[in-house]
């Protein structure tokens, strides 16, 4: 099988962090890390900062993308931002169901899958969030839990709208902790979301999705999680918020 089939796609998740000026700071410094990027390098950043990072990256081969998307077109719904409103100013991506989200702010698989629905009508490329708590890696049910989300946040997603969908595993019990999966733990469950959507799908469409690891991917564990067969390339919390680490993460997924 031939990885080349699909994208590499490096993104950082920036989370709640940086101000405009320190934004505009840590843009300027990836900026010429990303120039021979041998990948696709995404910056994930506050709403605050989305039209900044837009503007910033004109020219370059960086795209940008949100860290949340609501799924109504408009209408009252205090907070929230919609598909329209990015695609707008130009972003190009957006993290769906992230595992803060999900923990911290009631996400469910069925508005996840609804966001993610709500996204691909809008032109966004989605990059739909799954992963097992570590009480659930204990219990033995990771495949379980993940193909379920697979399952549920994918409902209804034609093959065509799956090929522009990211899916990034995430382990929750790695992410921000240190903790990070071993290559083959990483290797397994992404073949595990691959194997899923050729069932759903295709081996075919199956074939052409990016699948990502996340959770304390650093420029010391980089390499080996990356050469993973099903592993095609990363999304990045911490590390994605220092130019120098970045760089060393961008060099590794061009590889
Ligand atoms: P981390 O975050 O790299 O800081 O573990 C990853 C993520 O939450 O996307």
């Known amino acids: 099988m031939d990885k080349s089939l699909r994208k590499t796609i490096l993104a950082?998740?920036?989370?709640?962090?940086?101000?405009?000026p320190e934004a505009k700071a840590l843009i300027e410094g990836i900026k010429p890390l990303a120039e021979n990027a041998d990948c696709e390098v995404v910056i994930c950043v506050p709403f605050t900062n989305l039209e900044t990072a837009v503007e910033m990256t004109k020219g370059t081969n960086i795209k940008v993308g949100a860290e949340n998307v609501h799924f109504e077109k408009s209408g009252a719904f205090t907070g929230e931002i919609s598909a329209d409103m990015l695609t707008e100013i130009g972003v190009e991506y957006?993290?769906?169901?992230?595992?803060e989200r999900r923990q911290y702010?009631?996400?469910?698989?069925?508005?996840v899958n609804k966001r993610t629905k709500a996204a691909l009508a809008a032109g966004l490329k989605p990059i739909v969030c799954v992963g097992e708590l570590l009480w659930e890696r204990e219990c033995g049910i990771t495949e379980e839990v993940v193909a379920r989300q697979i399952k549920l946040d994918l409902f209804n997603i034609s093959a065509e709208d799956v090929?522009?969908?990211v899916i990034a595993y995430e382990p929750v019990w790695a992410i921000g902790t240190g903790k990070v999966a071993?290559?083959?733990?990483?290797?397994?469950v992404c073949k595990l979301i691959r194997d899923t959507l050729a069932k759903l799908y295709s081996q075919d469409v199956a074939n052409a999705v990016t699948i990502q690891y996340g959770g304390s991917m650093n420029p010391?564990?980089?390499?080996?999680?990356?050469?993973?067969?099903?592993?095609?390339?990363?999304?990045?919390?911490?590390?994605?918020?220092?130019?120098d680490q970045f760089g060393v993460l961008i060099a590794a997924a061009s590889k």
């Open 105 to 111: 702010f009631g996400e469910t698989d069925e508005t």
């Open 220 to 243: 010391a564990n980089c390499e080996e999680l990356l050469a993973q067969y099903d592993v095609d390339g990363g999304l990045i919390g911490g590390a994605s918020l220092k130019a």
């Open 94 to 99: 957006v993290i769906i169901g992230h595992s």
């Open 163 to 165: 090929k522009k969908t």
């Open 12 to 20: 950082g998740n920036w989370k709640m962090n940086k101000t405009r």
């Open 182 to 188: 071993t290559s083959e733990q990483a290797e397994e």
